[in-house]
């Protein structure tokens, strides 16, 4: 390799360097961008929701109305932007579950209203379901640990309302719902199969009972000597 080449090599490496460095610090101005965008939506529809209970004085009855009001408008604001509903999804489930936890709501069955409210939404808009319904299972959870609630059961209500939403869907949606959601917690596995459409038996129990032969058997015991 000649001097030339040497130094031109060494002067692409440090260019690759650079055009490096450059994208990196890019994306983590992005990710923070990101993050902070996160941080103020669950700040904004936390404080909403709490706000929204405290003034009905009526968290148990009003807890599951306020949830689908406020989901339902994180989803027409996506939809008028065009984009953003994967990413905004976590945080606003994660806010309601905060702001209901915050009145002294039931998170648990919060959490089951706000992840079916995504999905159902998600439908309606044309957009992914099953990531909506991961990234509201994981914002529920979130918010349970945060706020000292069961993550376990709030974690089984959400994947529950997920695997009900999509259900209502169709059998496509239940079947990438489950296989998205599979593994979110101990237990989901059994959570989502329960709400697969049973195939139809092709023989009543008492067909087969009937089918089945019963095969006795008898034992005789013999004197030794006999």
Do not use: C, W, Y
Request: no cysteine; charged share 25%; glycine share 12%.
């Amino acid at each position: 390799m000649t001097n030339e080449q040497a130094i031109s090599e060494e002067n692409f490496q440090e260019g690759i360097g650079r055009a490096g460095s450059t994208v990196k610090d890019g994306v983590i101005s992005s990710l923070k961008g990101i993050n902070e965008i996160e941080a103020e939506i669950v700040t904004l529809v936390r404080s909403t929701v709490s706000n929204a209970l405290r003034a009905t004085g009526e968290v148990a009855t009003e807890s599951v109305n306020i949830t689908r009001d406020v989901v339902k408008g994180a989803i027409q604001a996506t939809e008028e932007v065009g984009t953003g509903l994967i990413l905004s999804t976590k945080s606003v489930a994660k806010g309601i579950v905060m702001g209901v936890s915050d009145v002294g709501g039931d998170v648990i069955t919060v959490s089951n209203q706000t992840v079916k409210g995504a999905v159902k939404g998600a439908a309606d808009i044309g957009a992914d379901v099953a990531l909506v319904a991961r990234r509201a299972v994981d914002g529920v959870i979130e918010a349970s640990k945060e706020v000292g609630a069961n993550a376990g059961d709030v974690a089984v209500s959400a994947v529950s309302g997920a695997m009900e939403a999509a259900g209502a869907i169709g059998n496509t949606a239940v079947h990438s719902v489950r296989d998205m959601l599979v593994g979110v917690v101990e237990g989901v596995k059994d959570v989502a199969n329960a709400a697969l459409p049973k195939p139809r038996p092709t023989e009543t129990a008492a067909t087969a009972k009937k089918a089945a032969p019963v095969e006795v058997t008898t034992r005789t015991r013999s004197k030794r000597g006999e």
